[in-house]
């Protein structure tokens, strides 16, 4: 079938083709993939995403995530303790250097002397709850607030800007709490003769509220720092922070042993770390000295729901912006 266009061109009036209809087959054919097709999508669940599904489903990426970095996230929680744990209840006992620790130093009046790992094996722990809880956290954070902005895929989840706060708490806190147990290994089996770890567990249920209520803190200040701190000086991290709340934090003697100075053992008592240490120290190892569990369960949870509630809104205000 053709046409003439009623206005002519150079060389007359222009003709157009209309196309060819179909072959009856073919038109056939179409139509019933069409049909086909709208059957599916009219038949299809229609999705009904929640927040505890959401929820889910991000955790399951961050489980993904962490599979694949699992090589380099396995020697960056041993490498530091294992170090330590060598060089002093190994190496120093060895050399005829000081590998015991005497607990009436700890507590005046106590009797006996108590192995530098059995003083180190919590400490070591609440070590590495805070260094995983912040690095698993903050890092991560640093990347995605960059100039790529990967945060924004996940700020598009259909739950409120909170949940996906709570997400990042969450994952860094699974990460604190397995690095911790990667310490119980090491500090048991890499010491020198004469010096093995007195330690047992007195009560289960308190040790597990301690590690989670520990690893939740370490992860939300991660989140804290990841959502104050430039980018460009995030070397302050380990000079301002990470050193000093490690040597101060009653990792490598107990908070008693501080008696002898009176105003360093006030003033550690500001650095959350040695709650971590003096809780583990308590279950662990009850025969040293230690906090009353009062003021580490308040300090351990509390601290939690407060800078957890802290990192939320600077977390929420720094993807808005």
């Known amino acids: ?14 003709t157009r083709t209309a196309p060819a209809p179909p072959p009856p087959g073919v038109a056939a054919a179409h139509g019933a993939a069409a049909t086909g097709t709208a059957a599916i999508i009219s038949g299809a669940v ?13 955790m399951a990426r961050e ?26 209840t190994y190496v120093l006992p060895k050399i005829g250097a000081a590998g015991v620790f005497e607990a009436g130093a700890a507590r005046p009046g106590a009797a006996g002397a108590t192995t530098f790992s059995t003083i180190l094996l919590p400490g070591l722990m609440a070590s590495m709850l805070l260094m995983q ?22 700020a598009l989840a259909p739950v409120p800007l909170g949940v996906l706060a709570l ?16 310490v119980i290994p090491i500090v048991l089996y890499v010491h020198a003769a004469g010096q093995t770890p007195h330690a047992h567990v007195t009560n289960w249920a308190l040790l597990a509220l301690i590690l989670v209520a520990a690893s939740m803190l370490t992860a939300a200040l991660g989140l804290l720092l990841g959502t104050l701190m430039d980018p460009r000086k995030m070397q302050m991290l380990f000079a301002v922070i990470l050193l000093p709340a490690t040597m101060l934090g ?5 908070w008693s042993a501080l008696h002898q100075i009176r105003w360093l053992q006030v003033a550690v008592l500001f650095n959350p770390m040695v709650y971590m240490s003096e809780g583990l120290r308590a279950v662990l190892t009850p025969g040293v000295g230690h906090l ?7 300090m351990l949870v509390g601290g939690a729901v407060l800078i957890g509630y802290l990192g939320t809104r600077t977390f929420r205000r720094r993807v808005l912006n």
């Not at 489980?63 to 380099?72: D, H, I």
């Not at 997400?167 to 990667?182: M, T």
């Open 1 to 14: 079938m053709t046409t003439t266009s009623g206005a002519p061109g150079p060389a007359g009036p222009q």
């Open 46 to 58: 229609l999705p009904h995403p929640t927040m505890v599904r959401t929820f889910l489903a991000m």
């Open 63 to 88: 489980f993904r995530v962490m599979g694949r970095n699992l090589p380099s996230t396995f020697v960056r929680s041993v490498m530091q303790p294992l170090l330590w744990v060598f060089v002093f």
């Open 133 to 154: 809880g912040i690095m698993a956290t903050t890092f991560p954070l640093v990347m995605e607030f960059s100039w790529q902005r990967t945060i924004e895929d996940r």
């Open 167 to 182: 997400q990042k708490i969450v994952a860094g806190a699974v990460q604190a709490f397995l690095g911790a147990l990667i």
């Open 250 to 254: 009653c990792v490598y003697y107990p």
């Open 292 to 298: 009353a569990m009062w003021a580490i369960l308040l």
